[in-house]
């Protein structure tokens, strides 16, 4: 994955930020949008894009377009840096590959244990319960 031809492949478009401002925010653009196709990705190949795809799926449109939004600074510089380093981020979380979990047989003490508990815990109210009388 090379990052420098991702972020080349990414297409910023800044528009009016909503909430909080004041005139700020009727005036200037600073909210960032970030759309990346990931069919027609370059910096990906096949596999990456399919692991994309099987990933992202809930976050990506119908077409594979990933779409991110920033409006968190009031400075569109700082909302470009940290939409950058959010795809990013979220491109290298979505091509890690987890290792497929083993199951394990649960140890004997473990058993023992829980057995031993209970019936203790049988034991404990057993002994709440009035003699009986003949």
């Known amino acids: ?67 991110l939004q920033c409006d968190e600074s009031r400075s569109q510089l700082k909302n470009k840096k940290i939409i950058k380093e959010r795809f990013l981020e979220l491109i290298k979380e979505a091509l890690t590959v987890q290792k497929e979990r083993i199951p394990t047989k649960t140890p004997k003490s473990v058993k023992l244990k829980r057995l031993k508990n209970k019936r203790q815990n049988a034991e404990k109210k057993a002994n709440r319960k009035p003699p009986e009388l003949d």
């Not at 005139?23 to 970030?34: A, G, R, Y």
């Not at 096949?46 to 119908?62: A, D, G, P, Q």
């Open 1 to 67: 994955m090379d990052t420098e031809l991702l972020i080349s492949e990414v297409a910023l478009k800044a528009i009016r930020s909503s909430g909080s401002g004041g005139q700020n925010v009727n005036k200037v653009s600073t909210k960032i949008e970030l759309q990346f196709d990931v069919n027609n990705s370059n910096g990906l190949d096949e596999s990456e894009k399919v692991l994309l795809i099987e990933n992202l799926n809930t976050r990506l449109t119908k077409n594979n377009v990933l779409i």
